[in-house]
């Protein structure tokens, strides 16, 4: 199933003064970083990386995320222990781990806050594993020990993928800024040039874009697939004159009869014409923007035109659509393969979650990748290797439940993925989370999560 969340918009024009309005409104805009995060394998196709080279600005906030993580997570996981155990020495006799790699650990942790040395002062992932290891051995509490656990593999392939071992990470950490840096395809800073110059051109842009979907199979039916999404751009901001904001939320089935029937509101209420039941009104701003649905075969659009206004606005919008969908094409093929975000709208930040059902995660491999959109709109074909941009954005594991679904980049995330399942009348801890988060995504790319299943998956 070729899922997508994308902006479709009409041509506009902009004068000097409203162009002068957008980028000041859009000078107050920052970028935010990442949340809590366990980041799967993933293949990457990075540039060469000359072994002190400093950390580029996103390998930076990568590490300061998985940082973060590491240091409230172990942190969790020394606090199990009683109190002659939390440090150095102590916790080597308890444990019966080697003295350097407790002493380290407990090093860390004595910051007042987590940063880069974090990850310098750590010992590296197979000392933390011996630790986990033997806290297991003393039925220490399991859910915390697997939650660390999971940070560790995180910090595992952070290691892997930007440095190749821990030592080389912590040169790279404290490489000198004016040491070499190599060149980097799609860095942050060109990602944030081309994020200005398109809010220049289209008169719109967003604080964060959030793509939140989840899957089940019907209780009543094994052969239906459900399908629940929430939509959301957050400190949206437009000016007279500018491009429609416009949400459209659908699928690429073009066999299905009833498909036509499927796409409705949450509350099962058909979208079309003037839907404010169609918005997650906890989540927008107040007055609520005033959308339009149009269902169809193809998709549910929900728009927000910007013409009448008298200057620059900006606001919350989150929107909400459910269908249901065979599981299998008229081939027998499963049609739950790939689930897409299209980045029409320039954002600072993407977060982009799919949440399986406990019974799905068992069946598939995801992975991810970013791809330029086909100039029709529609998702690349077989050669997609030809539009694969040549940076791939990380796949994050969140676990069951939604326990980490908190984002630094929309303070309220966790609040709405709560609301949200509360809406579709589903149990979030029978599903497990995927998250995608990029910052300042490539504006006009297609970012996709991919769902192989495991029967024919191989390594």
């Known amino acids: 199933?070729?899922?997508?969340?994308?902006?479709?918009?009409?041509?506009?024009?902009?004068?000097?003064?409203?162009?002068?309005?957008?980028h000041h409104a859009f000078l107050r805009t920052t970028a935010l970083e990442g949340g809590i995060v366990h980041v799967m394998p993933a293949d990457s196709l990075m540039p060469a990386i000359t072994k002190s080279a400093p950390l580029s600005p996103s390998e930076r906030a990568r590490c300061e995320r998985v940082a973060a993580r590491l240091y409230g997570e172990l942190g969790a996981l020394v606090n199990l222990l009683p109190d002659h155990a939390q440090g150095g020495s102590g916790m080597s006799r308890h444990l019966g781990v080697v003295r350097n790699t407790c002493q380290r650990l407990a090093h860390a942790l004595s910051d007042n806050d987590p940063s880069l040395q974090t990850l310098v002062k750590l010992p590296g992932t197979k000392g933390l594993r011996l630790l986990i290891d033997a806290m297991k051995a003393q039925k220490y509490d399991q859910a915390v020990i697997e939650i660390a656990s999971n940070g560790?593999?995180?910090f595992d392939v952070l290691i892997r993928e930007i440095a190749g071992s821990h030592s080389k990470l912590i040169v790279r950490i404290d490489a000198h800024d004016d040491d070499e840096a190599p060149f980097e395809l799609a860095s942050l800073k060109a990602r944030q040039a081309l994020y200005h110059a398109a809010t220049g051109i289209t008169g719109r842009a967003a604080q964060t874009t959030i793509s939140l979907y989840a899957f089940r199979h019907a209780t009543d039916d094994p052969n239906i697939l459900q399908r629940a999404i929430a939509t959301g751009m957050i400190q949206t901001t437009v000016v007279p004159g500018g491009m429609p904001v416009v949400i459209s939320n659908g699928s690429t089935i073009q066999w299905d009869d009833d498909f036509a029937q499927a796409l409705k509101n949450l509350d099962d209420t058909d979208a079309q014409g003037s839907t404010p039941d169609a918005l997650l009104q906890d989540f927008c701003s107040q007055p609520l923007p005033t959308v339009t649905s149009r269902g169809s075969s193809e998709s549910l659009i929900r728009v927000i035109d910007p013409k009448n206004l008298d200057g620059p606005q900006t606001f919350d919008v989150v929107s909400a659509a459910r269908s249901n969908h065979p599981v299998l094409d008229p081939n027998g093929q499963p049609i739950f393969d790939e689930v897409w975000s299209l980045s029409n709208c320039p954002s600072t930040k993407l977060i982009f979650d799919i949440y399986l059902h406990e019974d799905m995660e068992r069946m598939y491999r995801p992975s991810i990748d970013a791809q330029m959109w086909n100039p029709n709109l529609s998702a690349?074909?077989?050669?997609?290797?030809?539009?694969?941009?040549?940076?791939?954005?990380?796949?994050?594991?969140?676990?069951r439940g939604i326990t980490n679904a908190a984002s630094k980049g929309y303070t309220k995330h966790k609040e709405l993925t709560q609301s949200f399942f509360e809406r579709i009348g589903w149990n979030p801890d029978q599903f497990f989370g995927l998250r995608c988060e990029v910052d300042y995504p490539i504006w006009r790319g297609g970012f996709c999560m991919k769902f192989k299943p495991i029967q024919s998956a191989t390594d």
């Open 380 to 399: 690349p074909g077989g050669d997609k290797w030809v539009l694969r941009y040549p940076q791939l954005p990380t796949l994050e594991l969140l676990g």
């Open 1 to 22: 199933m070729r899922e997508f969340v994308l902006e479709q918009e009409k041509a506009g024009f902009m004068s000097r003064q409203n162009t002068d309005n957008l």
């Open 152 to 154: 560790i593999e995180q």
